[in-house]
């Protein structure tokens, strides 16, 4: 056996126990049922920003949120998403660390996120103005953010069930939220605006559907 493939030899058996371990503990829960709570295993926030010439991409992997616009009542409705710093993720880890320091996210200090609509009112086919407060490392701001209704069909897998989807783009300017003291903008090396899509899913289950009965073996 060749000595260089002795260490990666001697890694894998110390991570043999925690990757034995992964696939029964890290099954996703039950998605929930209601018609307002998004799916989190189809609900996605992620963001660009410029990197001196190009804009580079990220994610927050940890997303939550609730949609309730009724059709007939939108200004009845409520929408509160949240996301969990810690879970940015741009692809390379150095830069992710460099991201949830005092720098610019201080996730320590400040681990989530959040979005929660004051007002909600109609603005085109499918599409509702949505104004709140957005709350980003201890700062809260009024946003409005144009939430669009993509439209709900039945889950081809779940019975019973229908999936709607909503998606949002909007840009914020990072340095009013504290994301950052702006010394890496004045350089020339981070942008100061960031564009951010927000898209999922919520699922209703279907008035007066009855399941089929299932066969016995």
Known sequence: MSKPLMPLLAVLALAAPCLAASP???????????????????TSATFWIRHIAAPVAGRFNDAAGRIDIPAKAPDNGKIRFTVKTQSVDTGIAARDKHLRTADFLDTAAHPEMS??????????????????KLAIKGVSRTASLPVKYLGAKPHPMMPCVDVAGYETSFSIKRLEYHVGDGRFFKMGAVGDTVDIRIAGETLAPRPDCVKPKQEKE
Do not use: M, N
Not at 25 to 30: L, N, R
């Open 115 to 132: 979005f929660e609509s004051d007002h909600i009112t109609p603005a085109g086919k499918g599409i509702y103005k949505v104004t709140g």
């Open 24 to 42: 029964a503990a890290a099954q996703d829960p039950a998605p929930i049922v209601d018609g307002a709570t998004l799916d989190p295993a189809h």
